[in-house]
């Protein structure tokens, strides 16, 4: 799952303190060549996992489309402090000021790069996690790509309207797909059904949204084919990047737990067949500040949870699905 001003992947380790002589020097390049347009300059900084999540061309289109476009040149980055191991830089872009947060590996090549988009205007109230008992909104075993509460297990952490959201696929042998990993097909959650987590009322239904070439993106509809839930305490549950033509459900209508609502897909702004899940406190992503998000009664690697929140690299499943 992507924002307005995406994410590129990868943080680490947890320290305080003074900015890094190290970082410094990387900020100024990466400052430099943004503004340059040497988007290439900054993709041979990456280490291999960040060159492989974002090919180079995709690095192009990103900084060139998604954010030099909608921010405009960077003018300053002052260093503010370290999180979760990466250093934060307030940042003052022409159309808007934000954080940039940068992690280096040991031979100082960047492995987390991430652009947090301006504060939205939230007024709703905020949600600690949900009161609502839900189940897992699918009936196989599925696998928890990114989730939990800290950037390292959960790159959503860092992003205010994302917050501990999850990005859920299936994996079996320790790969998402066989086959052709340039079809949705080869993935095996693509086109399995996504079902309503409890009883609920639809607030949004997006459909008509093309899934992806897997390895391509959509950054101009974020969340694709999408179907939003209010649950009866004012919670909002999100569901993004399902399949074209595969909702099942309106706006304004009644659904109950367990209720199919649509497919998974690769719509919008994903690279390959997964669910995008996150609580909220509104019923739009940009306004919203997420929630901690915890299932009932689910298998988690095999053994019985009750009110979990699951993490990165976790199986989990359903202990029962109506």
Request: one cysteine or more; a neutral charge.
């Amino acid at each position: 799952m992507r924002n307005k001003v995406p994410i590129l992947l990868f943080f680490v380790g947890v320290m305080f303190g003074q900015e890094d002589p190290n970082y410094a020097k990387v900020a100024k390049a990466f400052m430099q060549d943004y503004n340059a347009g040497d988007y290439h300059k900054i993709f041979d900084r990456f280490d291999d996992a960040m060159q492989k999540a974002m090919p180079k061309d995709q690095c192009q289109m990103f900084f060139e489309q998604q954010l030099k476009r909608p921010m405009g040149q960077l003018l300053s980055m002052n260093y503010n402090k370290r999180q979760n191991g990466a250093h934060v830089y307030s940042s003052k872009f022409e159309k808007a000021a934000t954080q940039v947060l940068l992690s280096l590996d040991d031979a100082n090549q960047i492995n987390g790069l991430y652009i947090m988009p301006p504060a939205s205007q939230n007024t709703a109230p905020q949600l600690e996690r949900n009161t609502t008992k839900i189940i897992l909104p699918f009936k196989e075993e599925w696998f928890v790509f990114w989730g939990g509460t800290t950037v390292k297990e959960n790159y959503h952490v860092a992003e205010v309207t994302q917050k501990y959201a999850y990005d859920l696929l299936m994996v079996k042998y320790g790969k998402s797909y066989k086959g052709d990993p340039t079809k949705n097909e080869s993935y095996f959650a693509f086109g399995k059904d996504i079902i309503a987590p409890c009883d609920a009322t639809v607030v949004m239904a997006i459909d008509g949204v093309y899934d992806n070439i897997p390895g391509e993106l959509n950054p101009n509809q974020v969340t694709g084919n999408t179907v939003v839930l209010e649950t009866a305490a004012n919670e909002y549950l999100l569901f993004a990047h399902l399949k074209e033509a595969s909702v099942t459900v309106s706006k304004g209508q009644k659904v109950k737990q367990g209720q199919k609502i649509g497919e998974c897909g690769n719509s919008g702004n994903s690279t390959e067949p997964h669910l995008h899940l996150s609580l909220q406190n509104h019923p739009k992503m940009e306004k919203s500040t997420g929630a901690k998000l915890y299932f009932s009664q689910i298998l988690v690697n095999g053994k019985l949870e009750t009110e979990h929140l699951p993490v990165k690299e976790s199986f989990v499943k359903n202990s029962t699905t109506k």
